[in-house]
């Protein structure tokens, strides 16, 4: 969860690692026959869609090739990669290391023998190289400070990112460039506007001779408030020795093991173990936290971004946050209270980049939520008086204004949003003894009825963001025993479940390359579960719980487990979402599913033997009697686990019973 992260960059989807163009409808299509990079940039997205926004800033390419082949992609070979450290060797000969800290990036090449060699720095770099992929800077400086120092802040997105950054390397010599052309003697770039079509790229270069193994290290600090507090950035945490790699790579290593270690588990086949790790640490990679580096506000504090976005990880990464690092967990909602300030909502998502009101059509006041579990959960350091302030005006914005007069909203969706926000406002504010506000808003939470429709039990139709009716009628409300009784009762309910998972109904034929638009229409036409990369169907399999049936829960997740997530490429069922899909791997595996904004966890079979979380100070242990084992291939390869069903439950030697 720090400020910054590094990748080789192909310049395609999904991070600008990979081969891939950008696509939303069956096979993705291949954009290079290999993997490739034209250098190594920063901060990237984790496993996001399609939106548009991938930043890859500040390329740093080692060439021995003239400054004219800027921008070349060369084959990469001998990969290794590891939490908080990536290697390749490019086609050139070069051998690229990398790691980062919390707001730094260091990087280490050694170089072949060469009269010439040379590392450029692309300030202008930015998005990926698809059709309106591209990200330009709208304004820029870039000055070369002598030394092996240089220094300079680009405006992306209506951000300054300012890095400064070292170079050593001892004999050479470093200018500044302008559109592959050297500025000889020149010391300073300005550019006050820049437009798509006038971008030249520009930055710096760093060139000499180089003997056969000789190593060049780059370390850049970054920050959002200027150079000068990118240099202090990069001071304290490279420190004043040098060379730096090795150590930076120790701490990043160090922070990394201390934060997977808080999750443990035992049994399981050597495939589920590696899935679960890999899931844990896909968990904890964002959102981005940059303390004391808000642009838009002088305060020090806590600043988050790269929460992309709620929509996709309320549900599910932001409650495993809350019990494994529950001090971000509150920075996190502190972050999103000054945003609220300072912007006038609360956001869907918020990345580095200004406008909270981006993603308003995911959906509707879910930062209440989680804020209404950090508040039961008692969690320290937040004003809650001046929380609920925001929490009750935010109900007002956008689709909540027509919420409060009509008690219905379209797209319908947006009706669940707000009638589930407004009763987790209510619990806060009967916390804090406002009975009169808590009152009001309960009554208005009773409003989710209004979306649903009597005659079939689902929701009205309307709009839906990526999803159908049925992908959203399955959502797990604060008044369930009122939602089954709506669609018939607990038969009715289960039924349309099993049809909406496809008990008894014929394999469905995916869509290959380039599906036809009839061929897509026809799938969506089944109303079908459409796999846990869909956010409105992650909760779905636990709302057979509240009808009775949590056989049928066991059923469909312990297929999900087994089949939908491997250890190999395409071993995720779809986009990782900023973690939001693998912490609910994390979650199923535990047994446990959080709902979250009701302080309520339902209870399923657990993939492994035995479990635990450190929480705080303290340990959560989940322990199984009569589990057994999934079979093994000889590929290594689970087959076939037997799905397991819970027989009974307690909690510290207590029966576990369901609430009333």
């Not at 209270?337 to 609360?346: K, L």
């Not at 935010?394 to 009706?415: K, Q």
């Amino acid at each position: 969860m720090g400020m910054v992260s590094a990748c080789a960059y192909s310049g395609a989807y999904p991070t600008g690692y990979g081969r891939y163009m950008k696509n939303t409808e069956g096979v993705p299509e291949v954009m290079f026959d290999r993997l490739q990079a034209s250098g190594f940039t920063h901060f990237q997205q984790s496993g996001t869609g399609a939106i548009r926004k991938y930043y890859n800033y500040v390329r740093v390419t080692p060439m021995v090739q003239p400054l004219d082949d800027l921008g070349q992609a060369w084959p990469l070979y001998d990969e290794m990669a590891e939490a908080g450290y990536y290697a390749a060797t490019l086609d050139t000969g070069v051998r690229c290391e990398i790691t980062v800290g919390a707001k730094v990036a260091v990087h280490r090449y050694t170089f072949p023998e060469h009269s010439s060699a040379r590392v450029v720095v692309d300030l202008s770099c930015g998005g990926l190289a698809i059709e309106l992929g591209r990200t330009v800077p709208l304004r820029a400086q870039a000055e070369s400070m002598g030394h092996g120092r240089a220094q300079g802040t680009v405006v992306m997105e209506g951000v300054p990112l300012s890095v400064y950054l070292e170079v050593d390397s001892p004999g050479w010599r470093q200018m500044l460039w302008y559109d592959r052309r050297l500025i000889h003697g020149g010391t300073r770039l300005d550019f006050d506007s820049i437009r798509h079509t006038t971008l030249r790229p520009f930055g710096m270069m760093f060139m000499g001779p180089a003997v056969a193994g000789q190593t060049i290290e780059v370390r850049l600090g970054f920050s959002l408030r200027g150079c000068e507090q990118a240099r202090q950035n990069l001071e304290r945490e490279c420190g004043h020795a040098q060379p730096a790699f090795d150590r930076v790579h120790a701490q990043t290593r160090a922070r990394w093991g201390a934060h997977l270690d808080r999750v443990q588990v035992e049994g399981g086949t050597p495939a589920r173990r590696t899935v679960f790790a890999t899931a844990l640490y896909h968990a904890l990679i964002k959102p981005c936290f940059a303390d004391d580096e808000s642009p838009y506000w002088p305060t020090s504090g806590p600043y988050a971004f790269d929460v992309c976005t709620m929509w996709d990880i309320y549900k599910t990464q932001l409650p495993l946050l809350t019990a494994i690092v529950p001090d971000r967990a509150v920075e996190l909602l502190e972050s999103l209270i000054r945003v609220c300030e300072e912007e006038g909502n609360f956001p869907i998502g918020y990345r580095m980049a200004r406008g909270a009101d981006r993603f308003f059509r995911q959906a509707s006041a879910l930062a209440h939520t989680v804020l209404a579990d950090a508040h039961t959960l008692g969690l320290p350091g937040l004003d809650w008086n001046w929380a609920l302030v925001h929490m009750v005006d935010d109900l007002r914005r956008l689709y909540g204004e027509d919420f409060f007069e009509h008690g219905v909203v379209h797209p319908i969706s947006h009706t669940l949003d707000l009638a589930y926000a407004h009763h987790c406002t209510a619990q806060v504010a009967r916390a804090l003894n406002d009975r009169r506000l808590a009152d009001d808003l309960e009554a208005r939470s009773r409003h989710w009825a209004n979306a649903f429709d009597p005659r079939t039990g689902l929701l009205l139709d309307s709009d839906f963001y990526e999803g159908g009716k049925w992908n959203y009628s399955f959502r797990l409300l604060h008044d369930m025993a009122a939602r089954i009784k709506l669609a018939g009762g607990d038969e009715a309910f289960i039924d349309k479940l099993d049809r909406f998972f496809g008990f008894g109904a014929a394999p469905v034929t995916q869509p290959g390359r380039r599906p036809s638009p009839a061929e897509m229409a026809a799938g969506y036409a089944l109303n079908r579960f459409e796999g846990l990369n869909n956010e409105p169907d992650m909760e779905a399999p636990w709302a057979y719980h509240y009808a009775g049936r949590p056989d049928r829960t066991a059923q469909v997740v312990n297929a999900a487990l087994t089949w939908q997530f491997g250890t190999g490429p395409g071993g995720l069922p779809g986009n990782d979402d900023s973690g939001g899909l693998s912490s609910w791997y994390v979650w199923a595996s535990l047994g446990l599913f959080p709902v979250v904004g009701q302080s309520m966890f339902l209870v399923n079979a657990p993939a492994f033997a035995r479990s635990a979380l450190r929480v705080g100070a303290n340990e959560f242990v989940i322990e199984t009697s009569g589990h057994r084992e999934a079979p093994i291939g000889v590929d290594g390869i689970d087959r076939d686990p037997p799905t397991q069903y819970v027989q009974s439950a307690t909690l510290n030697g207590r029966p576990c019973t369901p609430p009333t």
